[in-house]
């Protein structure tokens, strides 16, 4: 397995890591390409054409909006979410945006950014073609990229190649599926995450892994702290309130009902994963773990580990990540963790496996429990649809991600309470969620032409 902890990780904003990361991502690229091939400087227009699954939910999903700040050369990890209405409104009321931060050209997203509506580029639901001009009007780039899912965004001749976004060429200990990693940690008496760990330091300084997994955590729980500060509605005109600020007060000022209610952790689980998906949603800054749409799973089941676990600790934190990356890393091989893929089933039910089998891992399971851990977690979302009302990332994925998180704690005490021996393994749990995602009807993936979309009336 050549890709990194770091690239199921990413620091971003909301509110969807395929629909706004990926955009916004194609557009540093496709800044990079115009330098590297002498013409930016030729430049004096932009298009961008958006497909599939863009052009269906984008607007929900904030893609124009991604792409334009994308195009003004600020990246997802940097950006400051605060600024992107003030950049956003500035560009449509001067029709001017200010390319890579360097150059002023023309830009009407009425006119440089067409949705294109039941049309689809051939590689994947998420496509989108770049276009350059020049004075003249003459194309002088134009290249096709497609958002992938959880940030990965392949050029078109990546696409062509099979390629998968990011990764690295060599590492010590190279597995493709479960059952070669077990057997690797087997032969060298290894845990998941010590392995995962020694092809991470084959590339990056010791320290240098040890401080971004923290920088992963501090983004994940800041995200947690600010989400329930917040009050208000969710922008995009379901008038959705916000509900961890009162949630968490009600549970912070009557802690004694905690003495009779023995599950009210679960309370604060749900706390935890609302909080962090009513940021995302709002487009505030959140990892993409391994999406955003599924951003709130690892945290709250983090968070319950930190909050709840008796001696938990920062190396456990470490080793939580890296567990849970090692369990993303199949999935993004093997199968997809793009909605418009494969449904909700490769964003809930993805991040739901990777917290279940990192959960185990610190609570002292063996490497068979961990991979029983992530297999139940995902046996139990199979075949969940991507329906989201009125293309926004919040009915029902908030409360979803919290129905994602309390599941991983169960899938990992079960296997906790087992011998490591089951009946279906990660990897046939994995293929079968490919071939689901392969079978269900496109109006269930990310499209908001079936399911709840459509049997809710969006106002």
Not at 88 to 115: A, C, M, S, W, Y
Request: aromatic residues 6%.
């Amino acid at each position: 397995m050549l890709l990194s902890i770091f690239d199921l990780f990413k620091i971003g904003i909301g509110p969807s890591s395929s629909h706004t990361v990926g955009p916004m991502v194609a557009a540093n690229r496709f800044l990079d390409e115009l330098h590297a091939n002498g013409q930016f400087d030729k430049t004096q227009a932009v298009k961008v054409h958006l497909y599939g699954s863009l052009a269906m939910t984008g607007k929900g999903h904030a893609t124009d909006i991604a792409v334009m700040v994308g195009l003004m050369g600020e990246q997802p990890d940097t950006v400051d979410p605060d600024m992107v209405p003030v950049y956003v409104e500035q560009i449509r009321n001067d029709h001017q945006l200010n390319l890579d931060g360097k150059k002023q050209i023309t830009f009407d997203p009425e006119v440089h950014l067409p949705f294109n509506f039941g049309e689809s580029l051939p590689k994947h639901p998420n496509g989108m073609r770049f276009q350059a001009f020049d004075d003249a009007g003459i194309i002088v780039h134009d290249n096709i990229f497609y958002s992938v899912g959880g940030g990965f965004v392949l050029s078109d001749a990546e696409a062509t190649k099979g390629a998968v976004s990011g990764g690295r060429t060599s590492v010590p200990f190279h597995f493709n599926n479960a059952a070669e990693l077990l057997v690797l940690c087997k032969e060298h008496q290894m845990s998941i995450a010590e392995l995962v760990l020694a092809n991470e330091y084959s590339h990056t300084d010791k320290d240098e892994v040890s401080r971004k997994l923290m920088q992963i955590w501090q983004v994940m729980d800041g995200c947690i702290r600010r989400g329930c500060e917040q009050t208000g509605e969710l922008p995009g005109g379901l008038h959705v309130k916000r509900r961890a600020h009162e949630l968490r007060r009600e549970l912070i000022e009557q802690p004694e009902k905690a003495l009779k209610d023995h599950l009210t952790v679960m309370d604060w689980v749900n706390l935890f994963a609302i909080a962090v998906n009513e940021e995302n949603a709002a487009g505030g800054r959140v990892v993409t773990a391994p999406t955003n749409g599924a951003a709130g799973v690892i945290p709250a089941v983090l968070a319950y580990y930190d909050r709840f676990v008796p001696g938990s600790n920062e190396e456990g934190i470490k080793t939580f990540l890296t567990t849970a990356a090692a369990i993303g890393m199949l999935y993004k091989t093997n199968a997809s963790i793009s909605a418009a893929e494969v449904g909700c089933q490769g964003e809930i039910g993805v991040a739901c496996s990777m917290a279940a089998g990192a959960l185990c891992a610190v609570l002292g399971g063996t490497i068979t429990q961990v991979e029983n851990a992530a297999e139940i977690g995902m046996e139990h979302n199979l075949g969940l649809t991507c329906d989201p009302i009125g293309g926004l990332v919040q009915v029902p994925c908030i409360e979803r991600n919290t129905m994602g998180a309390v599941k991983a704690i169960n899938a990992a005490r079960l296997a906790l309470r087992g011998t490591g021996e089951h009946h279906v393994s990660l990897d046939s749990v994995i293929e079968t969620m490919r071939q689901t995602g392969v079978d269900m009807q496109d109006k269930y993936k990310e499209t908001s032409t079936g399911g709840l979309a459509v049997n809710v009336v969006a106002c």
